[in-house]
């Protein structure tokens, strides 16, 4: 497959851009960054390194063993975006890239998407991801990062007021992630109470959730879903 990408792109340049809604990829990936916040919660809480739960808990037991499903369907349409090494800080330089790629991508654009893309995704950075990592232990580096990023967020946004831009992303995973752990139990719940056909409506309730949160995240980063304010 590796192969095949490095000739296939040689050849048609544009690949699936042409076919696929740039929306559908792109939720494809934040669908794969709530995932990982789910599945990191053993290890860093969902905020500011609250709400740890143990790994036996069901909903987390369940996304872990089945994730590899929607993961599979972000490696297809966006291929390199996919972990391939179980090294923790690899994952998580991989799961942070979009900060860097984002970034970037948005500012040879035109239009605010790189206040979008850069402000929302180090919010996701300080308030959950780097609760794995040791930098979580010091608080006064904390206090620190904190400040510089709050320092950042005055300076790029500050022209034209519009500091509720940082909250798109952030709020947007959250939801996403809680919605998720909703219908995990309620799953769990249902299933306690069933004695037949339990793997049917399990996979069922899968399939509805990612289909709803890719549709739905597309439509918004699309442009074609107003949440709030100008996104």
Not at 34 to 45: C, D, E, N, W, Y
Not at 110 to 115: A, D, Y
């Amino acid at each position: 497959m590796l192969v095949f990408k490095l000739v296939h792109g040689h050849v048609f340049y544009d690949g699936l851009a042409m076919d696929v809604p740039e929306g559908i990829a792109q939720a494809s990936v934040i669908l794969i960054l709530v995932i990982a916040i789910i599945m990191a919660i053993p290890l860093r809480g969902i905020i500011f390194g609250q709400g740890k739960k143990p790994r036996s808990d069901r909903v987390i037991q369940f996304i872990r063993k089945y994730h590899g499903y929607v993961m599979s369907f972000g490696t297809v349409v966006n291929f390199h975006y996919h972990p391939t090494h179980a090294n923790k800080s690899w994952v998580l330089l991989l799961e942070t890239w979009v900060f860097i790629h984002g970034t970037l991508t948005a500012i040879i654009q035109p239009g605010i998407g790189w206040q979008i893309f850069s402000y929302g995704f180090m919010i996701l950075f300080l308030v959950n991801q780097i609760f794995q990592t040791r930098a979580s232990e010091n608080k006064a580096l904390m206090g620190l990062m904190y400040v510089l990023f709050c320092a950042w967020a005055y300076w790029g946004l500050n022209k034209d007021k519009v500091y509720y831009r940082a909250t798109f992303i952030p709020i947007a995973e959250y939801a996403c992630v809680y919605v998720v752990l909703l219908i995990g139990k309620v799953t769990c719940s249902v299933v306690d109470r069933l004695r037949n056909y339990k793997q049917l409506f399990v996979m069922t309730v899968y399939v509805c959730v990612t289909i709803m949160l890719s549709i739905g995240l597309a439509m918004i980063l699309a442009g074609n879903l107003q949440v709030y304010n100008d996104y």
